[in-house]
């Protein structure tokens, strides 16, 4: 079982947004503003899309968002594109002794 | 070309050690902190170590502690992880990943990955 609760798969449409919930607790999600999201095709290495709840890196597109309530960090992407059908994991950073946990992953599918 | 390049894993019997290594280039290394972090087949990723930029700090997940050791050569521009007492639930995909520069704790960069499996 995995520290973070992540949606097991997710589905839209080409054009559609959609959202991934990634629950934690208060030692984790909701107690610091350390939460990252990884897009990851298998075979592939994982990519990161937002850092520190909504940062985006440099070349990552801005239909990739980030946010947080409480103890739920959420990925939204919008212009659902088919390129985009991979495995989506949340982080988050969870005080100097776990350090890292990670989501259970969300496989998203393009209809 | 910015990159990082894994290497070492193949199929060791239970009890047995591994060394992977993680070979990285176009940056500069020794201003990252350096993570490894396993994928098991068919499961999620799971954090398994991290070493700040001068090695003087390390840190392990449970499920390794005691048997695993991670570590750095600066002027190799190489990450290391020593498996040993090796487990069939250590069977995982190793990834390293370099941590973003400034106090936010995420992986701006990955390798692809070695395979390591624990069978006899």
């Known amino acids: 079982q995995s520290a973070l609760t992540q949606p097991a798969s997710v589905s839209g449409s080409p054009g559609q947004s959609i959202t991934i919930s990634c629950a934690g607790t208060s030692s984790d999600v909701g107690a610091y503003k350390y939460v990252s999201w990884y897009q990851h095709f298998s075979g592939k290495a994982p990519r990161l899309l937002i850092y520190d709840v909504n940062m985006r890196p440099s070349g990552v597109s801005n239909r990739f968002s980030g946010s947080k309530s409480d103890n739920t960090a959420s990925l939204t992407i919008s212009g659902l594109q088919a390129a985009d059908e991979a495995d989506y994991y949340c982080c988050s950073y969870a005080g100097s002794a776990t350090y890292v946990v990670f989501g259970g992953g969300t496989k998203l599918t393009v209809l | 070309e910015v990159q990082l390049v894994e290497a070492g894993g193949g199929l060791v019997q239970p009890g047995g050690s591994l060394r992977l290594s993680c070979a990285a280039s176009?940056?500069?290394?020794?201003?990252?902190?350096m993570h490894w972090v396993r994928q098991a087949p068919g499961k999620g990723l799971v954090w398994v170590s991290r070493?700040?930029?001068?090695?003087?700090?390390?840190i392990y997940a449970d499920s390794v502690k005691g048997r695993f050791t991670i570590s750095r050569d600066n002027a190799k521009n190489t990450l290391y992880l020593q498996m040993n007492s090796l487990r069939d639930e250590d069977t995982a995909v190793y990834y390293c990943?370099?941590?973003?520069?400034?106090?936010?704790?995420?992986?701006?960069?990955w390798g692809q990955g070695t395979m390591v499996t624990v069978s006899s």
């Open positions: 070493i700040n930029s001068d090695e003087s700090s390390t």
């Open positions: 176009g940056f500069t290394f020794s201003s990252h902190y």
């Open positions: 990943g370099r941590g973003i520069l400034g106090p936010a704790v995420a992986f701006d960069m």
